[in-house]
């Protein structure tokens, strides 16, 4: 079991080394845009993004994960992919064409829809470019997973994100673009990411196979209304936000703020959720292939048991730390100029607490979706996760109004402990498993309470923060003392 662990590390480390490398960067248009974009031009900004990631989920229709499953098992039957690789490939190339042609002719009306002004349909023609470049890229991206490529799949990425940010300074700083140059850069790394991963395409053959595609359609497309759903999650509450009532503005942010404001308030503040969101990415890249391979494996549940509670107790530990010490670090600046967030967004900064902890059910999530895809029982992930949207989108409804951006905080928090739940109530079904929950509840509910003492108590001063996280990290190590001690040893072990 060390050993699988071990390669799983190994995979994990090279893949979160580029991710973190390549959000780390991508992170820098944070401050970038906060200080040399209104709050408004930001709301449109993160408006347009959320709705790029949920129309991502279409474009791409579940081919990533489906890629995996069929070109894995055609990998052990008779080591040839190139059948799965074409026939994903020009099926994404044929789609994606038609629903960028699509928004390109309807891109007023699209804007309309989602609460812009049409004359944003300026933008949305250019988002159409960024989906069609992002989905060619979803099966050569997969394939280097398959194939444990991860250096060249890592500099594909960076490369991409670092021509991202070097175009968005040239276009905004140098050349003052403004708004238009945020889009420009993000079509400039798509094109250089695709560039990079053009070795991949050695699978492509003029060969397309109405089979294939419907045994990946079968594994994939559940993962369009899942994929939504889950998404909706996280990005539902730029679209309630843009709705949100005159009076619920005045009374919460001044009479001086628009929907549009608030939303670039908000998308700027959880962009900080970064920590944990970096964690979760890196981890799913690796864990996918990892219980594939290892499903069939005498020790996979006890494996899988004791992945799940360890990259648990991480993901707490991290949110613990996040709470009392990103809001203090967003507000570094330059010489009272350049701010990490400038001051007109600190008043969206008390959400963040509700993000870091939606966070470490995201995280069990992604560990409980082994035992479902495993078993090839996808059927249950739409319920899982339209369980999720619908309490997100039910209490962001209802909480907006009267609590504004942390209304929309409750909401995903909400949203994310019942994912979790009917995850693991389906995953255990088709998957039995004995997993720690008593103990992770145990822990959860101390690390709770100990980002609650400062408020309580009115001391927010960094020495009682720090005492309290090492209060925390001291329950961890007193409630599983047996799995932090085998990891200590395993480390012991790689150093000698």
């Known amino acids: 079991m060390l050993g699988k662990l071990r390669l799983l590390l190994k995979d994990t480390v090279i893949y979160g080394t580029s991710t973190i490398l390549a959000r780390g960067l991508n992170y820098v248009l944070v401050p970038l845009y906060a200080n040399l974009l209104t709050t408004f031009e930001n709301g449109v900004h993160s408006l347009l993004y959320a709705n790029i990631a949920l129309l991502n989920v279409l474009f791409a229709y579940g081919m990533e994960t489906a890629y995996l499953k069929t070109a894995s098992d055609a990998l052990r039957a008779d080591g040839d992919r190139s059948g799965y690789f074409s026939t994903g490939f020009l099926s994404l190339l044929l789609t994606s064409t038609l629903f960028a042609v699509m928004l390109v002719l309807f891109a007023p009306a699209f804007a309309l829809a989602i609460g812009l002004d049409p004359q944003a349909g300026e933008f949305v023609r250019y988002a159409a470019v960024i989906l069609w470049l992002d989905a060619l890229l979803v099966v050569p991206f997969a394939d280097l997973r398959l194939r444990r490529r991860a250096l060249r ?56 196979s109405s089979r294939r595609l419907g045994e990946m359609l079968r594994i994939g497309l559940p993962y369009v209304p899942t994929g939504i759903a889950g998404l909706l999650i996280h990005l539902i509450d730029r679209n309630v936000l843009i709705r949100m009532p005159r009076e619920s503005i005045d009374r919460l942010y001044g009479s001086g703020v628009e929907a549009s404001d608030v939303v670039g308030i908000y998308g700027r503040v959880v962009a900080f959720g970064i920590l944990l969101q970096l964690f979760i990415q890196v981890f799913r890249f690796a864990w996918q292939p990892f219980f594939l391979q290892h499903a069939d494996d005498p020790e996979s549940k006890p494996l899988f048991r004791q992945v799940l509670t360890l990259s648990t107790l991480f993901t707490m ?65 739409p319920v899982v996760t339209f369980a999720g949207a619908a309490v997100t989108t039910a209490v962001c409804v209802a909480l907006v109004p009267v609590m504004g951006m942390d209304g929309a905080g409750v909401a995903i928090l909400a949203g994310t402990f019942v994912m979790s739940f009917f995850m693991a109530l389906f995953s255990l079904k088709v998957y039995p498993n004995r997993y720690e929950w008593g103990r992770l509840g145990v822990v959860l509910a101390g690390g709770v309470v100990c980002t609650r003492v ?19 990290g001291a329950l ?21």
């Open 153 to 208: 799949f890592a500099a594909a990425r960076v490369m991409g994100v670092i021509a991202v940010v070097v175009s968005a300074w040239v276009m905004i700083v140098q050349m003052g673009v403004g708004l238009k140059g945020a889009f420009f850069a993000n079509i400039a790394g798509s094109l250089v990411s695709l560039g990079l991963v053009l070795p991949a395409f050695s699978g492509l053959k003029p060969l397309f």
């Open 317 to 381: 530990l991290v949110a613990v730390g996040a709470t009392f010490f990103v809001p203090d670090l967003v507000r570094w600046h330059i010489g009272g100029a350049f701010y990490l967030l400038p001051p007109p967004y600190w008043i969206g900064l008390s959400v963040l607490p509700w993000i870091f902890w939606s966070y470490v059910f995201d995280m069990a999530s992604t560990n409980l979706s082994a035992g479902i895809l495993i078993t090839g029982t996808t059927r249950y992930l």
């Open 454 to 472: 400062p408020a309580i108590f009115g001391n927010e001063s960094v020495l009682l923060e720090a005492g309290l996280l090492l209060m925390f």
């Open 476 to 496: 961890v190590l007193l409630v599983f003392r047996t799995e932090v001690r085998y990891v200590l040893n395993a480390v012991g072990r790689r150093r000698g």
